[in-house]
């Protein structure tokens, strides 16, 4: 098999000097850590928002910095962490429809970096490409047209094989895009409890961690497989946090931010999420779920209400999942516990339509994507149609404004999230089988389950011209190579 540079390098990887965390990584392949945790002691954080400054009247402009910084995510002892301005998570960008955001990116860390807005519709130029580094001491400016369809996006690194690690550090934030239409649907939002009002925000990740508090990211031929799996269960940055709120409708944006692990969210009570939007933005109408399902990167907005439960009441957000081997899959079912503490006058509403979901219409090709699992020096790397990731290498290209079919065929025995760039796309089946409420909206997003199944999806390519990627977003799996091309032409 013909190996290229690129491919090389990667053979390479884990004894490139420089690659500090990686090798770090290897150092932790064996940790007893676990240090303990005292479940649902305290209060869950909510990322603040950041205020703009400076620039043109017409948009929104920031500066954030890529710095280390120490998190109190167990409670009982500090851990280091990488962050967006001296935060983890980083703080909160609220965005409107059709008003761009700048944002300059600051790299203080010592690892080139490259942010990516996940979600986003933006120029190749500003979209994070894995190999559009900022170096250590380096700035780039970002650009965000935000002529999309409002949806809860988040921002992440995406440097080149480095990402799993990089976000594991805890380079992660929410950007939270809204407009008009939204704002008159009269959902749960702002109102008087906290400056957030009733619409909150939450990065569920699982993490592991060394005795000391630092986070451990055991590179093992198993985390290659599976992903890394934590044994910890840590909301916006804190094990298990308890939220107090009121009784009352309160929207929650679930982010699934976890390396590898996909939930199953479920409330301990039986009670059912009322589901309105998925990665995307709205679905077209609101739909009752008593599971939801979430794989790495996907989103799920869900509307709680708490207004039949007595003060006093407490229940946890749950997740029913168990990642296989089952033996290996330490974490806790509890994520969060809610507290209804209090009364409040609610005059939101979910409405019966939200905003309608325009099917796209006839396809001009359809491509395959073809997800299967090798071993190249010994290690497990992961292919899309038989090949590693080469930045000089095109898989696709479309023509801009071209509605294209993509099959993921998944001919390996674990579950593949596979995310595309630029696009919310329509997922048309899986298996054969439609999409059920809450699936059935925009993603950008789709897990194609092991073992052969065949999914199917189907997006417009518009706006911007040039080279994105879509990859897996199973950290560990992008990482190692999971990962191709697409160019849109003019
Ligand atoms: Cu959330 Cu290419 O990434
Ligand atoms: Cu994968």
């Known amino acids: ?14 004894a490139t000097p420089g690659m500090s965390l990686a090798q770090l990584a290897e150092a932790q392949i064996k940790d007893p850590g676990s240090p303990p945790v005292f479940p649902f002691t305290r209060a869950l954080p909510i990322p603040p928002v950041l205020t703009p400054g400076g620039g043109p009247p017409s948009q929104d402009s920031y500066t954030i910095t890529m710095q280390q910084g120490m998190a109190n995510i167990l409670g009982t002892r500090p851990t280091p962490v990488w962050t967006y301005n001296g935060m983890y998570p980083g703080p909160t960008i609220r965005a409107r429809a059709n008003r761009q955001v700048n944002i300059r990116q600051i ?45 809860t996006l988040w921002y992440h690194d995406h440097a080149v094989d480095l990402t799993g690690p990089h976000i594991y550090m805890g380079l992660s934030g929410f950007y939270i895009m809204s407009d008009t239409l939204e704002d008159n649907l009269n959902l749960p939002g702002p109102g008087p409890s906290t400056p957030f009002g009733n619409d909150i925000p939450l990065l569920i990740q699982d993490r592991l961690f060394n005795t000391s508090g630092s986070l451990s990211y055991p590179m093992t031929d198993d985390a290659l497989v599976r992903g890394v799996l934590g044994d910890k269960m840590v909301v916006n940055g804190v094990v298990q946090p ?22 199953d969210f479920a409330l301990s009570n039986g009670q059912q999420f009322i589901q309105i939007g998925s990665d995307g933005g709205l679905l077209s109408a609101p739909a009752p779920r008593s599971v939801i399902r979430l794989g790495p990167a996907e989103r799920a907005d869900v509307v709680i209400d708490f207004s039949s439960l007595n003060l006093g009441t407490q229940i946890t957000l749950r997740n029913l999942n168990r990642m296989v081997p089952h033996s290996l899959d330490r974490a806790p079912r509890d994520i969060m516990r809610f507290e209804v503490d209090r009364n409040e006058t609610d005059t939101s509403v979910v409405p019966a339509t939200l905003r309608p979901v325009v099917p796209l219409g006839t396809e001009v090709r359809t491509r395959d994507f073809i997800l299967t699992r090798g071993v190249l020096n010994g290690r497990v790397v992961w292919f899309i149609n038989g090949l590693l990731f080469d930045d000089a290498r095109i898989d696709a290209n479309p023509t801009i404004g071209d509605i294209e079919i993509w099959r993921f065929i998944n001919n390996s025995n674990v579950s593949h999230p596979m995310h595309i760039h630029l696009v919310q796309f329509q997922i048309l089946d899986i298996n054969g089988v439609p999409p059920g409420p809450g699936e059935n909206g925009w993603k950008d997003t789709v897990i194609v389950p092991p073992n052969g199944v065949l999914a199917r999806v189907k997006a417009r390519f518009t706006d911007f011209t040039g080279t994105f990627v879509f990859h897996c977003h199973t950290l560990e799996h992008e990482d190692h190579a999971m990962m191709a091309q697409f160019s849109v032409t003019p």
């Open 107 to 151: 790299n203080n860390l010592s690892e080139s970096m490259s942010v990516h807005l996940h979600g986003g519709h933006a120029p190749a130029s500003s979209d994070g490409h894995p190999t559009d580094l900022i170096a250590p001491g380096g700035q780039k400016d970002y650009t965000y047209p935000n002529q999309q369809l409002p949806a």
């Open 1 to 14: 098999m013909a190996v290229s540079r690129r491919e090389l390098l990667k053979l390479g990887l884990l």
């Open 242 to 263: 308890f939220f107090r709120v009121p009784r009352r409708k309160v929207r929650f944006r679930l982010l699934n931010g976890a390396n590898a692990r996909i939930f």
